[in-house]
């Protein structure tokens, strides 16, 4: 992902998630210039695209920054806002959790079905996934 492709980074997601499509669309209300390019890991391609496995996908957001790093969780959460404000402290914060975010995060992640959603993105949109 390169700022060639007219973009910031890659954000994939769980396109299955209603939960994770929710946050998605939060997301595409931050970025009204479209910095992020946000996909589905279940779209053919998307994870190697980033350099990820479906497995880690499946696990977590993953996130390819226009630094060329790949973040992964809360991590990768920190660096969209990051990009989308322009600012480094989403990332300063996130480093100066001391992991909470991360726990969070993963807390969040084991239990997104019990959250409120919206139609799943691939259900939406099953020809993108």
Known sequence: MSSADGYAGRLVFDGECGFCTRCVDWLRRLD???????????????????????????????FLGPDGVRRSGADAVNAVLAVLT???????LYR?????????????????????????????????C
């Open 32 to 62: 009204p210039q479209g910095k992020i390019d946000v996909q589905p890991f279940q779209a053919e391609g998307v994870p190697a695209s980033i350099g990820a496995t479906v497995e880690e996908c499946q696990g977590a957001v993953q």
């Open 86 to 92: 322009g600012t480094a402290l989403p990332s300063t």
């Open 96 to 128: 100066a959790s001391s992991g909470l975010q991360e726990r969070a995060y993963r807390w969040v992640a084991d239990h997104r079905s019990r959250f409120p959603g919206t139609t799943p993105h691939c259900q939406r949109a099953p020809q993108g």
